[in-house]
């Protein structure tokens, strides 16, 4: 089955400068993958997908690259906020409508 | 539609004893899936229905736990004679080929 693992496992950074997660997929079957945000008694609210027919994708200050030879993907999140302070998972699916697997999640402090 | 509803939020248990969730997913969506997550951890996989027919079940769901969807709407899932392993957020989603995942808050169980 599929196995997503995800650095680095917290993360803290100044108000305004950028945060990058990464995460790597094994099952080359897997074509959609998802980022969630969860914040603290919360469940895990989508903030942004990528499937594997696109290299990225931007929404706003958020952006997710996929390189799909090394079965890599990242989050990238500038101008960050003390909002995005959240836990941030990265999960695969081989279809958005399967299962998804998840990485371990990111634990991201944005200090102000 | 509000969203992914879970009902409770929070269930505390004597181990032994039986306890019942419920899922109600966004009306449209015909897929729906549970998931169960630990302190630290991404969530994990459980089940997977679409309309009234459970089509998937992971090992993590021993004898003891049961679901249900039995008019493709609404969600229970059971877990028979309570073990303090058990205690963890058990999150419903639901999905339909245009959305992607949409997950409820959770149902946090103490097994005490």
């Known amino acids: ?112 | 539609d509000t969203g992914v509803s879970q009902d409770p939020r929070h269930k505390i248990t004597k181990r032994g004893q039986n306890v019942t969730f419920r899922c109600d997913p966004i009306s449209e969506h015909n897929r729906l899936y549970w998931y169960r997550q630990t302190l630290g951890q991404g969530p994990e996989f459980l089940t997977y229905f679409q309309n009234e027919a459970q089509l998937e079940k992971s090992r993590l769901l021993s004898d003891r736990f049961s679901a249900e969807r039995p008019k493709g709407s609404f969600s229970t899932l059971e877990i028979q004679r309570t073990e303090q392993g058990d205690s963890a957020m058990y999150l419903c989603a639901s999905s339909s080929l245009r959305d992607g995942y949409t997950f409820g808050s959770g149902t946090r169980l103490t097994v005490v």
């Open chain 1, 1 to 112: 089955g599929e196995n997503v693992e995800q650095h680095p496992s917290t993360l803290s950074v100044q108000e305004g400068d950028s945060a990058v997660i990464k995460c790597t997929y094994s099952d080359s079957a897997s074509n959609y993958f998802p980022w969630y945000k969860q914040e603290l008694g919360k469940g895990p609210q989508l903030i942004i997908d990528i499937r594997s027919n696109v290299g990225e994708k931007k929404d706003q200050r958020i952006a997710v690259t996929l390189n799909k030879t090394a079965k890599h993907f990242s989050l990238h999140i500038t101008e960050t906020q003390p909002e995005d302070s959240a836990v941030y998972f990265c999960a695969a699916t081989p279809g958005s409508a399967r299962q998804l697997t998840f990485g371990s999640g990111t634990q991201l402090t944005v200090l102000p």
